[in-house]
């Protein structure tokens, strides 16, 4: 169930999210808090992989769902899309014409594989807005590498400052990394949305994480 934001800063806007996990999920809930009218597009059958989270367990589910993914997905409304397939392609199109963000999370490639890349969209609708967060950016040695929160700790030095006088280094619970870009991107995708800078050309923006990256 949600509720329209007549009065919040991004009343009007509408995000189509591909998020799962959670930094795109975070960044697309900020919108949604903001005011856009955000629209989870989710695979067909059970859904975002998160919906399964703790499901099972009464105190912390609700309708099937567990706290995790309501947490994350509060204020979106959601449909299920096989964007594998022309009908659901199709559909999602149809979605892009009167849409004004498309955020995703996936690994590089993927958006190019699926045809939902930019390129592809802003054929569609000129003025769409789309922001990518990936792991290691778009470009580089690293970049078709997946990432979790644990893999840039571990690379940024985190879990070893965290060892102190452990034999072993050890992860920090608060997802540090991914929290920053997480609210990094939808920033980006606000300042862009706004009409003074409607013309500006699409280039890359990269948060201060230098392990993450966010284009818009």
């Known amino acids: 169930m949600t509720t329209q934001k007549t009065n919040a800063p991004l009343a009007g806007l509408v995000v189509l999210d591909l998020t799962h996990m959670l930094s795109g999920p975070y960044g697309t809930m900020t919108l949604s808090d903001l005011g856009a009218r955000t629209i989870k597009v989710e695979p067909p059958g059970k859904g975002e992989g998160t919906r399964q989270l703790l499901a099972s367990t009464p105190a912390y589910s609700r309708d099937g769902m567990g706290a995790y993914f309501l947490t994350l997905n509060r204020g979106k409304e959601s449909v299920a899309l096989d964007l594998k397939s022309q009908e659901g392609l199709q559909v ?81 619970a608060f997802r540090s990394a991914t929290w920053v870009v997480a609210s990094l991107a939808p920033w980006a995708c606000s300042q862009r949305s706004y009409p003074a800078n409607a013309q500006v050309k699409a280039s890359t923006w990269t948060s201060p994480c230098s392990t993450y990256k966010s284009r818009c």
């Open 92 to 172: 999602f199109y149809d979605l892009v014409r009167h849409a004004d963000i498309v955020f995703d999370n996936f690994s590089v490639g993927v958006t190019q594989r699926l045809c939902i890349d930019h390129e592809t969209l802003s054929k569609i609708n000129p003025r769409i807005i789309t922001c990518t967060v990936t792991g290691f950016g778009e470009t580089g040695p690293d970049n078709r590498r997946p990432a979790f929160d644990q893999v840039v700790q571990a690379m940024g030095a985190a879990c070893r400052s965290r060892a102190m006088a452990q034999a072993c280094p050890l992860v920090r």
